[in-house]
């Protein structure tokens, strides 16, 4: 049984809310966050002043079986942290969590090589699909 958008919308609100109710979080990873809590909370960039911290995502109504971001994400990154992935999470507090807060990851659109001092990294767009 094929599933129709209205239910792939359905079930992507539901799950990601929208606006500041999404209740996910946005992270950044040095390396491959696969699909497993214990992966990605080893490797979940950190650090820096001001500190690096997940984002909570604001995402807009789900359309065509599609969820994307409703507004950008800005992070604080530390000098010499790099990062080529992000992953969502249900968890607004890094290296916690379960199996049940990790919501799958992937690659960024372009990997970020090793900051040279204090910065920060901005997600335009981003997102999810049935």
């Not at 992966?39 to 995402?59: L, V, W």
């Not at 065509?64 to 604080?76: E, H, N, P, Y």
Request: hydrophobic fraction near 40%.
């Amino acid at each position: 049984m094929a599933m129709t958008n209205d239910a792939k919308n359905y079930m992507l609100d539901q799950r990601f809310g929208t606006g500041a109710s999404s209740g996910s979080y946005l992270c950044l990873h040095s390396a491959d966050p696969t699909t497993t809590v214990a992966t990605a909370n080893g490797n979940e960039i950190a650090g820096g002043s001001p500190a690096y911290a997940r984002k909570q995502i604001n995402f807009a109504a789900a359309a065509t079986g599609s969820k994307a971001l409703a507004a950008s994400v800005v992070f604080d990154i530390q000098a010499g942290d790099s990062f080529g992935w992000y992953s969502i999470s249900k968890t607004g507090t890094a290296g916690a969590g379960t199996q049940a807060d990790f919501c799958g990851g992937n690659t960024l659109a372009a990997a970020e090589g090793a900051y040279g001092s204090q910065g920060t990294y901005t997600i335009t767009a981003l997102s999810i699909s049935i």
